[in-house]
């Protein structure tokens, strides 16, 4: 198997969101969770209201076990949309998280930056 493979199996379980989508679910009370590191997220800026979990670290601040947990991730059944920078490791991401027993997630078509040539508000870093 590929990793395309995985992908497209991945993504054929997700009921993905384009930027616009998911702006609109995050003022209703999802959860965005910006997947990239911390040096992009400096250079390129940030979504406001999202919250940064690595992809590194997500699915230990996912789990209510681990020691490691965020509070604000406790509700599995909240909608949680994972953004990277754009749109690949975020599906995989987004699939597994649903295999650890939160229904409602997904990601952004395109991720961050396909965000970002939709017009949606960034926040950059000051400097």
């Known amino acids: 198997m590929r990793v395309r493979d995985l992908l497209e199996t991945a993504r054929a379980r997700l009921d993905r969101l384009d930027p616009q989508h998911a702006a609109e679910a995050v003022a209703h009370g ?19 209201g999202s919250v940064h979990v690595p992809l590194s670290v997500l699915f230990w601040r996912l789990d209510g076990t681990s020691g490691h947990a965020r509070p604000e991730l406790a509700d599995r059944s909240r909608e949680v949309i994972l953004m990277c920078a754009d749109g690949f490791s975020s599906s995989l991401a987004a699939a597994t998280l649903q295999d650890l027993g939160f ?3 997904t990601d952004v078509v395109g991720g961050f930056n396909a965000w970002v040539a939709s017009g949606l508000p960034v926040e950059l870093a000051a400097g």
């Open 103 to 105: 229904p409602n997630s």
């Open 30 to 48: 999802a959860l965005l969770i910006d997947t990239r590191c911390a040096d992009d997220r400096r250079r390129t800026g940030t979504i406001p």
